[in-house]
C-alpha cells in the first residue's frame, strides 16, 4: 500500500494553512460561498512519514534534530525527502537513516522567523 497523498497550501489573505486532497476544492471562507482549488497558492505534499511526536511531515516543515534546525523540502538529485541545513547539507527523511528523530516546530510560511538558523 502506497502512501496517502496529502497536501495543504498557505493562504496569504486568511495567513492559515488549508489541508486538502485531490481532487478536493477547500472553502474559501465563512459567507463567501465559494470554494477553490490552491493552483496560486503556495501548496506542499505530505511526504507519507511523521515526525517522533506522531506529527505529519509536509514540504516546507521546519524540524529540528539535536543542534540542527533544517527544512524539508523534495530533492530530485536524491529522489527523496530531505531535511537541509545549509544549501550544500542535507540528511535523507526516512526511517531507514533516523527520519523519526527529527522534531517538527513549524513551517516556512507560519514561522519564518526559525529560518534564520538556516545558513
Request: with cysteine.
Amino acid at each position: 500500500m502506497g502512501r496517502e497523498i496529502k497536501f495543504r497550501a498557505w493562504d496569504e489573505q486568511t495567513k492559515t494553512m488549508v489541508y486538502f486532497t485531490l481532487p478536493e476544492l477547500y472553502w474559501m471562507g465563512e459567507g463567501t460561498g465559494d470554494y477553490d482549488y490552491p493552483g496560486d497558492r503556495p501548496t506542499t505534499q505530505y511526504t507519507g512519514l511523521k515526525d517522533k511526536q506522531g506529527k505529519e511531515i509536509y514540504e516546507g516543515d521546519i524540524a529540528k534534530k539535536g543542534k540542527y534546525i533544517c527544512v524539508c523540502e523534495w530533492r530530485d538529485k536524491f529522489t527523496d525527502y530531505v531535511f537541509h541545513a545549509t544549501k550544500n547539507t542535507h540528511y535523507s527523511l526516512n526511517y531507514s537513516v533516523g527520519g523519526n528523530v527529527w522534531e517538527v516546530i513549524g513551517n516556512i510560511y507560519e514561522n519564518p522567523e526559525l529560518l534564520k538558523e538556516v545558513k
